[in-house]
C-alpha cells in the first residue's frame, strides 16, 4: 500500500470498495487522529483513529449522541432519523437502556452457552455439505447460512423465510452498492417487505407466543406501555441485519484470511481441538477484519478532543478498522497472531450502552463454523479475485471462490 499524504485521506465508500485503507488509517493515528475529513455534498466529520479515543467516546453517550444525527457518516432525511431513533443501535440512554432490557436475556451468556451445541450441530451439517475438490462461493453457500439459521430460530422465522431475509437485509445495508440495490427505492421496498412480514408474525404471536424473541416483543413493556406496531418493527430488523450480515462477513474475512496465510491454516487444522487456541483465534480474528468500519456520534456541546475543538452538531466518526491496529495497543499491529493475548479490540464497539447485544453469539458461530470447515478439508485455496463491498459503514465481502481439499 502507497502511503498517502494527509490532503489524499479518503474515507468514503469507494476507497473500501478496493481495499481497507490501513496505510491512510497508521498517517491519521501518527499525524492527526482527530482529522477533519470533508464530504462532497455536506459538511464533513472528525474521523477518530486512536483506539483511546474510540473508548473515550463511546463511554460518554450524554456528550456523544448517536440519536441527535444517527449513527451513519452522511447526514439522514427526517423521515430516517424518526426510524432509526426506533432501532438499538438509534438510541441515546435512557431510553436505549429500557428497551435493551426487552431483548437482554435471549443474548445473556447464559442462553448463548444453551444454543452452544445447537450452533455446533448446525455448523458441522454446513461443513459436510461441502465437497471437496469443488469450488463454491463461499459468502452465499456457508458463511451466510448458519447466522441466519440462528437468528432466525431465535426470533421465531420459520426456515422457509431464510432466503428472504437474506435478501431483504442485502437490499437494506447495501445501499451504496449496486449488486445489491438495483435501484435507489430499493432499501425503501425491503423495509416494507421485512415489515409485513414482523406484521404478520407478530400477529400470530399474540394469540399464540411461543419462547422466541418476536413474542417477547409483543408481549413486553417499556416504562408499563406495549411497544406500537412500527417499534416492534424496527426491533425486527435491527435484530435481524446485526444477525445476519455482520457475522457473515466476520467469517467471509476469517476464511479469506486463512485462505491467504499458509502458516495460519496448517497451525490451526493441525490444532482444530485446541479450545484455548482457539479462543484467541477467534479475539484476532475479529481484531483483523471487524464487521462494521466505523460508528458516528454528534457532538451534544461544544467539546475537545486531543485539543482539537469540535462544535456541538459536529459528527465525530469511530474507526473501530483503525482503533485495531493501534500500534500504542497492539504488538506488532499488522501481524495476525492467532495466540494474540490480551487482545482488546473494538470490533463490538468501545465499551458504553452500544457494546454489541450479540458479541457472544458472533464469537460462537465463527469459532463453530471455521473449525467444522477445517475438520471436515483443512486445506483451502482461492479460486479467483475476492470482490469487496462498496460501503462506508459495512466490512463485507460480497464474493469469495474458494476450493477446499
Given at each position: 500500500m502507497t502511503a498517502p499524504a494527509l490532503n489524499e485521506v479518503n474515507l468514503l465508500e469507494d476507497t473500501w470498495a478496493r481495499e481497507v485503507p490501513h496505510a491512510q488509517f497508521k498517517l491519521l493515528?501518527?499525524?492527526?487522529?482527530?482529522?477533519?475529513?470533508?464530504?462532497p455534498d455536506g459538511e464533513g466529520f472528525f474521523a477518530i483513529t486512536k483506539h483511546e479515543d474510540i473508548i473515550k467516546?463511546?463511554?460518554?453517550?450524554?456528550?456523544?449522541?448517536?440519536?441527535?444525527?444517527?449513527?451513519?457518516?452522511?447526514?439522514?432525511t427526517d423521515q430516517s432519523l424518526e426510524n432509526l431513533a426506533l432501532t438499538l443501535v438509534g438510541m441515546d440512554p435512557p431510553k436505549h437502556s429500557r428497551f435493551r432490557k426487552?431483548?437482554?436475556a435471549a443474548f445473556a451468556p447464559r442462553m448463548i452457552r444453551k444454543l452452544t451445541e445447537d450452533i455446533k450441530r448446525r455448523a458441522d451439517l454446513l461443513a459436510q455439505k461441502i465437497e471437496p475438490g469443488t469450488e463454491l462461493e463461499f459468502v452465499e453457500t456457508v458463511a451466510s447460512r448458519l447466522p441466519l439459521?440462528?437468528?432466525?430460530?431465535?426470533?421465531?422465522?420459520?426456515?422457509?423465510d431464510e432466503d428472504h431475509i437474506i435478501d431483504w437485509s442485502n437490499r437494506m445495508v447495501g445501499f451504496q452498492d449496486p449488486d445489491f440495490r438495483t435501484t435507489p427505492e430499493d432499501g425503501t421496498v425491503a423495509a416494507a417487505e421485512i415489515y409485513l412480514r414482523c406484521n404478520q408474525l407478530a400477529e400470530e404471536r399474540q394469540t399464540d407466543p411461543r419462547d422466541d424473541i418476536v413474542s417477547a416483543l409483543v408481549h413486553g413493556e417499556v416504562d408499563g406501555e406495549k411497544l406500537t406496531t412500527h417499534e416492534?418493527?424496527?426491533?425486527?430488523?435491527?435484530?435481524?441485519?446485526?444477525?445476519?450480515?455482520?457475522?457473515?462477513?466476520?467469517?467471509?474475512?476469517a476464511l479469506l484470511e486463512i485462505a491467504q496465510n499458509d502458516a495460519l491454516r496448517e497451525d490451526l487444522a493441525r490444532n482444530v481441538e485446541d479450545d484455548a487456541l482457539w479462543r484467541s483465534a477467534t479475539e484476532e480474528f475479529l481484531r483483523w477484519n471487524g464487521s462494521i468500519h466505523n460508528f458516528r456520534r454528534t457532538a451534544?456541546?461544544?467539546?475537545?478532543?486531543?485539543?482539537?475543538?469540535?462544535?456541538?452538531g459536529q459528527k465525530a466518526v469511530l474507526f473501530y478498522t483503525s482503533g485495531n491496529r493501534d500500534e500504542d495497543i497492539f504488538e506488532n499491529p499488522d501481524v495476525f497472531d492467532p495466540r494474540r493475548t490480551p487482545n482488546d479490540h473494538v470490533t463490538f464497539g468501545g465499551g458504553g450502552p452500544h457494546f454489541c447485544l450479540g458479541s457472544g453469539l458472533a464469537r460462537t458461530e465463527i469459532n463453530a463454523q471455521l473449525r467444522a470447515i477445517l475438520r471436515r478439508c483443512p486445506n483451502v485455496e482461492l479460486t479467483g479475485e475476492h470482490r469487496r463491498m462498496r460501503s462506508?459503514?459495512?466490512n463485507g465481502i460480497k464474493y469469495l471462490p474458494?476450493?477446499?481439499s
Open positions: 493515528r501518527r499525524e492527526d487522529p482527530v482529522h477533519w475529513h470533508e464530504l467516546l463511546s463511554r460518554d453517550p450524554e456528550l456523544w449522541s448517536v440519536e441527535k444525527g444517527s449513527f451513519f457518516i452522511r447526514d439522514q426487552l431483548v437482554n439459521e440462528v437468528i432466525c430460530e431465535m426470533m421465531g422465522i420459520p426456515p422457509e416492534i418493527n424496527m426491533f425486527f430488523v435491527t435484530l435481524i441485519v446485526a444477525g445476519n450480515e455482520t457475522t457473515r462477513n466476520l467469517l467471509s474475512g451534544t456541546r461544544d467539546t475537545e478532543v486531543r485539543g482539537v475543538k469540535i462544535r456541538e462506508d459503514f459495512i474458494v476450493r477446499f
